[in-house]
Every structure is written in C-alpha cells, then in structure tokens.
C-alpha cells in the first residue's frame, strides 16, 4: 500500500541500460523470464538510453516499518537478499552498462547482485546516490 511505501527508506540501486550487447555470467544466458521481460519493453529510438530504478530489497527495519533513511546502515535481510537475486536475475537478459548505488549496504547489496549478471558493466558507488 502507500502508507508501507512511505515507511520505507528510499536509498535507490540505480542502473542505466543501453543499447550495448548483454553480458552475463550464466553460459547458458537469461532466464526464460528474464527475456520475457526485456521481450516486453518497447524498443527505443536511435540514440537514447533506458534508466531502470530499482528499490533495494528488504530489511528488517522495513518489515517493522521503520524508516531507514541514510543515517543508519541497516543490511537486507534474508527476504531483501532473495529479493535483490530475483530482480537481478529478471534484469539479466537487459543490455545493462553501469550499475550505480549509494553506500549504504542494503543498496549496495542489491546493485552488486544486479552487476554479477552484468560484470562488464561499470559498477558505481556514491554517497550521492543515498536519497533520491
């Protein structure tokens, strides 16, 4: 609901997608899903790039609903951690170049799960990505 999104810390993992081939570690490629999903996206025209914003996964903070915001560092839990490998894995048939998230680890966890299906993309870490 909207009142649990307003509870909630709003630290973003951020990753810009381009139109540069996908690299992911798995030799066998994405997922069925993951390609479903980048199979639903409407092609973009020459010359522009795709920004996906994605919310780090859960904390126990959140499960309480606790606001988090950037002066504590609270890390996923177990439920953030399956999280971030879901969405990791449903973003991995994307042409996915740089992976950027603030320090905090609940954001940095998520980006770093998105950036191991993606380990050629630049991988970014910046206070200044904490509250966007």
Same mark, same amino acid.
């Given at each position: 609901s909207? *009142? ?5 810390s709003? #630290?973003?993992?951020? +990753?810009?997608?381009?139109?540069a081939?996908?690299?992911? $570690?798995?030799?066998? /490629?994405?997922?069925? @899903?993951?390609? &479903? ?5 409407p =092609?973009?025209?020459? *010359? %522009? ?7 780090? /996964?859960?904390?126990?903070w *959140?499960k &309480? /609903? %606790?606001v988090?915001?950037?002066? %504590?560092d609270?890390? $996923? *839990? ?6 971030? &490998? ?5 973003l ?11 320090? $905090? ?6 980006? =770093?799960?998105?950036? #191991? %299906?993606?380990? $050629?993309? +630049? @991988?970014?870490?910046s206070? /200044?990505?904490?509250?966007?």
């Amino acid at each position: 609901s909207s *009142n649990d999104r307003k509870s909630m810390s709003i #630290s973003k993992v951020i +990753t810009c997608c381009t139109s540069a081939p996908s690299t992911t $570690l798995d030799p066998e /490629g994405p997922t069925e @899903r993951a390609q &479903r999903f980048s199979a639903s996206l409407p =092609d973009l025209s020459p *010359n %522009f790039r795709r920004l996906y914003i994605l919310r780090h /996964g859960m904390t126990d903070w *959140n499960k &309480r /609903g %606790f606001v988090q915001g950037s002066s %504590f560092d609270i890390p $996923l *839990n177990d439920e953030g951690r399956s999280q971030a &490998r879901y969405a990791a894995e449903e973003l991995s048939a994307l042409p996915i170049t740089c992976v950027a998230s603030s320090h $905090l680890s609940r954001a940095s966890k998520t980006a =770093d799960e998105v950036h #191991s %299906f993606h380990p $050629l993309a +630049t @991988r970014l870490t910046s206070k /200044g990505f904490v509250e966007i």
